[in-house]
């Protein structure tokens, strides 16, 4: 089975800081790759996803994330973060023929005006 | 992308009791999940449920402690049965759909989930 790992649990910044979300992942074959997130009181939304072909991609809210296949990762970044980024994200995997997510332990960001 | 909606949002229950969470999704889908999130702690898959079949648990899991209902292809409920307080989590639906046309994979969409706290 596979297993992500995320490398921080909880990140403090200021507004107009870079943000830098690391994701890795363990399965050797080919692998679906997501990020979620989840503002205060809300619901896990999909910020993000890689299935196959350009390995930058680009999600919602000016977020991107860059699959590395030979590191095994997914890092998440945003060049200029605000306060609404104020969130707890989560790095989720599958393998390309199954459907099972499995889900890293989530990255609380904290965004300081 | 599909709306999901879960009632309860949240519950107060005292061990021993059980609840049944409601999920009701706006188009049809062929899979829906279940997944749990233990305060401090990221998500788990409790189990899959296809309409028309059983549920399929993960390792951990177990149909009489968390039965499963799949009546058609909009709706699903989770029991947690003999309530413990450590079944306090929040629990959520999810559903797969394809993100569109030659899409080489599935997306899952999250319900808001449901608070549970048995005392």
């Known amino acids: 089975a596979q297993s992500v790992s995320q490398h921080n649990h909880h990140v403090i910044l200021s507004e107009a800081a870079s943000l830098e979300l690391g994701c890795n992942y363990s399965y050797g074959g080919t692998v679906n790759l997501f990020w979620y997130v989840q503002y205060p009181g809300q619901h896990l939304q999909l910020l993000l996803k890689?299935?196959?072909?350009?390995?930058l991609v680009k999600g919602i809210k000016g977020f991107e994330a860059e699959f590395i296949k030979s590191k095994f990762s997914f890092n998440l970044r945003k060049p200029s973060v605000q306060w609404s980024d104020t969130a707890e994200y989560f790095c989720?995997?599958?393998?390309?023929?199954?459907?099972?997510?499995?889900f890293g332990a989530g990255t609380t960001v904290t965004v300081r005006a | 992308s599909a709306v999901i909606s879960q009632k309860p949002s949240r519950d107060i229950c005292q061990r021993g009791t059980s609840l049944t969470i409601q999920c009701q999704v706006d188009s049809q889908v062929t899979m829906m999940f279940w997944y749990r999130q233990q305060p401090g702690q990221s998500l788990t898959l409790i189990a899959t449920?296809?309409?028309?079949?059983?549920?399929?648990?993960e390792s951990g899991f177990v149909i009489d402690k968390f039965p499963i209902s799949r009546p058609n292809l909009t709706f699903s409920t989770l029991t947690v049965s003999n309530m413990s307080p450590e079944d306090s989590s929040i629990y959520l639906c999810s559903v797969e759909a394809r993100p569109g046309q030659g899409a080489s994979g599935y997306e899952q969409y999250f319900g808001p989930g449901t608070r549970l706290t048995v005392t």
């Open positions: 449920a296809n309409q028309g079949s059983e549920a399929t648990y």
């Open positions: 989720a995997v599958t393998p390309s023929n199954d459907y099972k997510l499995s």
């Open positions: 890689y299935f196959s072909g350009d390995p």
